[in-house]
């Protein structure tokens, strides 16, 4: 048996050696608390930023590059049925940040209502197949029917917050979305989604010296004023 070589005072390796895996094996996209021996390992590797956590007891390599295909993976757990990742939790996995508190969710309306356990909200929409992508092997509203359905469903400081950070991230042009929420039917809060639609045009020409969008884009809500 060969002899320990190592001094007896030599100090432990740190956690983010333990946890790099051989050049030859990648470590998993997605770790969970049970895969490195509980919470306390977790949190500890959490502390020595080994691992990034991305939502609830559901983290990744601290090597590895987050996408958004990646933040929707995370998401995987509550999106049973044929739920769709939607509003504030899509503009997570768009954009990063802190994530939600809840995962939102939607299902096409007039279907069976998904079992989604855990911190969720879920409710019926319609005209979801069209808007819909796949991330990772899981759905999430395409971008602008995210930017719609935020302005449409949060108060406005929540709604051009999450506007902004989505165009940011996806390049999506404001006044698409603004026109798309506007074809839509029976749009309960439309005046105040335009509001939103406006004050997140401004915030976006405020960080920018290109054209202001707010101008294309209070025309394309005032020319919808009748609907």
Same mark, same amino acid.
């Given at each position: 048996?060969?002899a320990?070589? /190592?001094? @007896?005072?030599?100090p432990?390796?740190?956690?983010s050696?333990?946890?790099?895996?051989?050049p030859?094996?990648? $470590?998993?996209l &997605?770790i969970?608390? #049970?895969?490195v021996?509980?919470?306390?390992a977790w949190? #500890?590797?959490?502390?020595h930023?080994?691992i990034? $956590?991305?939502?609830d007891?559901?983290a990744?390599?601290?090597?590895?590059?987050?996408t958004?295909?990646?933040?929707?993976q995370a998401l995987?757990?509550?999106?049973?049925?044929?739920a769709?990742i939607?509003g504030?939790s899509?503009?997570?996995?768009y954009?990063?940040g $802190?994530?939600?508190a809840l995962?939102? &969710?939607?299902?096409?309306?007039?279907?069976?209502r998904?079992e989604v356990?855990?911190?969720?909200?879920v409710?019926g929409?319609v005209g979801?197949? @069209?808007?819909?992508?796949?991330?990772g092997?899981?759905?999430?509203?395409s971008p602008l029917r995210?930017?719609? !359905?935020? =302005?449409?469903s949060q108060?406005i #400081? %929540?709604?051009v917050e999450?506007?902004?950070? &989505?165009?940011?991230?996806?390049?999506i /042009? &404001? !006044?698409?979305? =603004?026109?798309r929420?506007e074809c839509?039917?029976?749009?309960q809060?439309?005046?105040r989604?335009?509001l =939103?639609?406006?004050q %997140?045009a401004?915030a976006l020409?405020?960080?920018t010296?290109a054209t202001?969008?707010s101008?294309t884009t209070? =025309?394309?809500? !005032?020319?919808f004023s009748?609907?």
């Amino acid at each position: 048996m060969a002899a320990n070589t /190592s001094h @007896p005072n030599s100090p432990a390796p740190q956690l983010s050696t333990l946890l790099a895996p051989p050049p030859s094996q990648a $470590p998993p996209l &997605l770790i969970r608390p #049970d895969a490195v021996g509980g919470t306390v390992a977790w949190n #500890d590797l959490i502390r020595h930023q080994a691992i990034i $956590p991305l939502v609830d007891n559901v983290a990744t390599s601290a090597h590895r590059t987050i996408t958004p295909a990646l933040r929707a993976q995370a998401l995987a757990d509550y999106v049973a049925g044929s739920a769709v990742i939607a509003g504030p939790s899509a503009v997570w996995v768009y954009a990063g940040g $802190p994530p939600p508190a809840l995962v939102h &969710l939607v299902h096409p309306h007039g279907t069976h209502r998904p079992e989604v356990w855990g911190a969720a909200e879920v409710r019926g929409a319609v005209g979801l197949h @069209p808007d819909t992508i796949i991330l990772g092997g899981i759905p999430v509203t395409s971008p602008l029917r995210t930017c719609a !359905d935020c =302005a449409i469903s949060q108060d406005i #400081d %929540a709604a051009v917050e999450a506007m902004v950070r &989505l165009v940011a991230a996806t390049g999506i /042009s &404001l !006044d698409m979305a =603004a026109f798309r929420m506007e074809c839509r039917h029976r749009v309960q809060g439309r005046n105040r989604a335009r509001l =939103a639609f406006r004050q %997140a045009a401004q915030a976006l020409a405020a960080t920018t010296t290109a054209t202001p969008p707010s101008v294309t884009t209070a =025309a394309v809500t !005032d020319s919808f004023s009748r609907l």
